[in-house]
């Protein structure tokens, strides 16, 4: 097959698996492995040439080594040393520890035991952090806990990388006495240092300075590139060297440019690479041993997940918090697909293991979204507390004439405005936290669900006559707004929407008094553009006013036909059109005038 064909083989393969794989909540990296295994050798055998794919795609793996060099800055590390040193550290060690242990026990030689145990203690930060994401959890407790464990994880991938080499047999043997290798790395990776200290810098700003978007591009990749084959040429790993350079820039000016720069080509690597995993995938494995894989998949998510309860026990006190942690971060990682691919290469471990191993974290990763949602279900609320609670405390003293939900930024500006007329309001908010920390300043919030109908009558919604509706949550949100226009239907609704569909549920709540978060702050700013560029403060004032106007009667229409994706594109094309009319319009009375 021509490259064209593969390059056309590769990119179908990948449009159909990875949108299904992220709509079904499975993640993109799975969605590159069925692609992979669906096309090779195993599967429909479009593609057999998977070593030389895996040689070309290990690029994608250096780049990624040094997009998290550069987000990785010292000062956040040293922020985060607790949770990313302290229980990141104690749960690689420790669960590569008995990983490895276990991998001796079946068999496994010393050196593929060690790549096998430390490569399956690593987890897998994009089905983690899509999880906790998704479940609103990313500043809970074990959330947060969760994010230095998979940060450290990110770190523990170099000294892994590193050690394939070492523990490896190379496929041309050096004559060199080992200390001299030694030696030889070391005075490398102090060139390295040395250089991106006092080199790279100087190297970014003379490019800078030419301002061609395609030369800082390509002097990106040399670095990269460059750094990597040199540290490789000593024996190390060439992701080790990129992430050197990573870290050293990763406090330049240039950070971002250089990741935006850099993140396209990786991307697309990463996910070649991850095809070509996907095609080593040995699929005939799990048919023909199902119960050994399914036992394998099994025994690593329970040890991983022991360790990580533990941890949590001694981290968030909370076994309910610790079992959260566990479940989020108890399966394979991505990062073990390029430990067990390269251990092949340096012949740490043959083709058979790896295969197998590979076969296990792809499973295990699948299964978390699973796990996940039995544990949202069933387990979870078995550890809430069943003592006594925090009671909710709304009970004000006096009838105010405004009652402000949610004390976040937009309730709270609300509130310094009504107590700076001596205008008294009512203010609730659902969390406890939040409470404590407003209280501090001398404000009177009271603990609450404003959604429910009984905290509604405790805050006197009866005889109130405004109602500020600045709930972060947008469920919550309009649960709260629904409750009030049922039973307090004389309130004067004033509702903060989060976006556009926010505002829409909330029209069709018969809730017509919005503000949308972003909007008149947009407007401000366009408003001093329009005068930037020429327009007098009459002139942009009025073409602000008109889009306004024009921007509010489209909302109101397009909230009757915004389920309809078809009808709701053809009134923003005519709405679109309108608008241009309506300028040209008025540039023409202008002139005429």
Do not use: C
């Amino acid at each position: 097959m021509s490259f064209m064909h593969q390059a056309l083989v590769f990119l179908a393969a990948t449009v159909v698996a990875v949108p299904l794989f992220k709509k079904l909540g499975l993640g993109s990296v799975l969605g590159y492995l069925a692609a992979g295994a669906a096309i090779g050798p195993y599967g429909a055998g479009l593609i057999s040439d998977v070593e030389n794919i895996l040689h070309i795609a290990e690029l994608g793996v250096v780049l990624l080594l040094f997009v998290i060099g550069l987000e990785l800055q010292p000062s956040r590390l040293w922020s985060l040393r607790r949770s990313v040193f302290g229980m990141g550290g104690a749960q690689v060690v420790l669960t590569g520890v008995l990983l490895a242990g276990v991998g001796r026990v079946l068999g496994l030689s010393t050196s593929a035991s060690i790549i096998a145990g430390f490569g399956l203690s690593l987890s897998s930060t994009a089905f983690a952090l899509q999880l906790l994401a998704e479940k609103n959890q990313l500043t809970a407790e074990h959330g947060q806990l969760a994010f230095g464990i998979l940060l450290f994880q990110d770190l523990a991938v170099i000294p892994l990388l590193a050690a394939l080499p070492l523990l490896g047999v190379s496929d041309t043997p050096s004559t060199e006495p080992g200390w001299l290798m030694a030696v030889k790395a070391a005075g490398v990776v102090i060139l390295v240092v040395l250089a991106g200290r006092y080199l790279l810098r100087p190297v970014f700003r003379a490019v800078a300075s030419v301002h061609s978007q395609e030369l800082f591009t390509a002097t990106a990749l040399l670095v990269v590139v460059g750094t990597a084959s040199l540290v490789s040429a000593v024996g190390l790993s060439m992701a080790l060297g990129a992430f050197l350079a990573g870290v050293l820039l990763s406090e330049s000016e240039y950070r971002h440019e250089l990741e935006a720069d850099i993140e396209p080509f990786k991307g697309l690597l990463l996910g070649l690479f991850f095809i070509a995993v996907g095609m080593s995938v040995n699929l005939a494995l799990l048919a023909r041993e199902p119960l050994r894989v399914l036992a394998l998949v099994l025994g690593l998510t329970f040890l991983k997940g022991l360790v990580l309860y533990g941890l949590g026990r001694v981290g968030l006190k909370k076994p309910g918090s610790a079992l959260s942690l566990a479940v989020v971060i108890s399966q394979g990682g991505e990062f073990a697909f390029v430990l067990f691919s390269l251990a092949v290469s340096f012949h740490v471990m043959d083709r058979p293991q790896a295969d197998l191993l590979v076969l296990v974290v792809g499973l295990s990763m699948a299964v978390t979204p699973f796990l996940s949602a039995v544990h949202e279900r069933w387990v979870a609320p078995r550890f809430k507390p069943k003592g006594p609670q925090r009671e909710y405390d709304v009970s004000p003293d006096q009838d105010h004439p405004v009652i402000i939900a949610g004390m976040g930024r937009v309730g709270q500006v609300v509130a310094r405005l009504l107590r700076a007329r001596r205008i008294g309001f009512t203010a609730i908010d659902a969390s406890a936290e939040h409470i404590d920390f407003i209280r501090r300043f001398g404000n009177q919030v009271f603990y609450g669900d404003a959604s429910r109908l009984d905290l509604l009558r405790a805050a006197r919604s009866d005889k109130a006559r405004v109602f500020v509706l600045a709930i972060d949550d947008m469920a919550a949100s309009l649960r709260t707004a629904q409750m009030v226009k049922e039973h307090f239907p004389h309130l004067k609704v004033f509702a903060r929407a989060r976006n556009r569909e926010h505002a829409y549920k909330l029209m069709e709540l018969g809730i017509t008094n919005l503000v949308r978060e972003t909007f008149d702050a947009s407007l401000v700013m366009s408003n001093d553009v329009l005068q930037a560029m020429g327009l007098s403060f009459t002139e942009a004032r009025r073409t602000v006013e008109r889009f306004r106007e024009h921007d509010e009667s489209l909302m109101v229409e397009t909230s009757k036909v915004f389920k309809d994706e078809k009808k709701m594109m053809e009134v923003i094309a005519r709405g679109r059109r309108e608008l241009e009319l309506l300028f040209e319009k008025d540039e023409a009375e202008q002139k005429s005038a």
